[in-house]
């Protein structure tokens, strides 16, 4: 089971990211992928199992919001450091979709230095590079205290980890 980073603590991940093509267990929380959502939602939308989504970070989320509301989780990617396009991702999910579950960072760019940022952005999980330590990635909410810009801590009933 690997760490991550939820509500400012270090936890293990109570989901399993399932590979598409891999069985699914009978009951659960599961991740599977959007091609595999779309293409086995009637399978996986039944009994026991809790579904979130890893969704891929050109998936226009405004036009798939019927499918996205309802889940438990949504995983946004961070393939690198130059594709910042889960940051709008999240931001127009948790800002104008008023999407209460969780929203997990994952991929390559989540770091350290990154996850301030992530966080004023609406996600709230954080699936943490292997290289990177938890315990001082979780401190590094601590680092900055102000926020010149609005974002979704700071503005009246849009907190990130609040649903």
């Known amino acids: 089971m690997s760490l991550l980073i939820r509500d400012g603590a270090v936890l293990s991940d109570d989901?399993?990211?399932?590979?598409?093509?891999?069985?699914?267990?009978?009951?659960?929380?599961?991740?599977?992928?959007?091609?595999?959502?779309?293409?086995?939602?009637?399978?996986?939308?039944?009994?026991?199992?809790?579904v979130g989504l890893l969704l891929p970070n050109t998936l226009d989320v405004t036009a798939a919001l019927g499918d996205l509301l309802g889940r438990p989780l949504l995983a946004l990617s961070?393939?690198?450091?130059?594709?910042?396009?889960a940051y709008s991702q999240a931001t127009l999910l948790r800002?104008?979709?008023?999407?209460?579950?969780?929203?997990?960072?994952?991929?390559?760019?989540?770091?350290?230095?990154?996850l301030q940022q992530m966080r004023t952005c609406g996600f709230d999980t954080f699936l943490l590079r292997n290289d990177q330590n938890p315990e001082l990635?979780?401190?590094?909410?601590?680092?900055?205290?102000?926020?010149?810009?609005?974002?979704?801590?700071?503005?009246?009933g849009l907190r990130p980890g609040k649903h």
Do not use: M
Not at 78 to 85: E, V
């Open 15 to 50: 989901w399993l990211l399932l590979a598409d093509g891999e069985a699914p267990p009978k009951t659960g929380k599961l991740i599977v992928s959007w091609d595999r959502w779309n293409a086995e939602r009637t399978d996986l939308d039944l009994g026991a199992l809790e």
């Open 78 to 85: 961070f393939p690198s450091f130059s594709d910042g396009r």
């Open 95 to 114: 800002r104008r979709h008023h999407y209460a579950g969780e929203l997990r960072a994952t991929g390559q760019a989540v770091v350290r230095d990154q």
């Open 137 to 156: 990635c979780a401190k590094s909410f601590h680092d900055l205290t102000v926020a010149y810009q609005p974002n979704l801590l700071n503005i009246s």
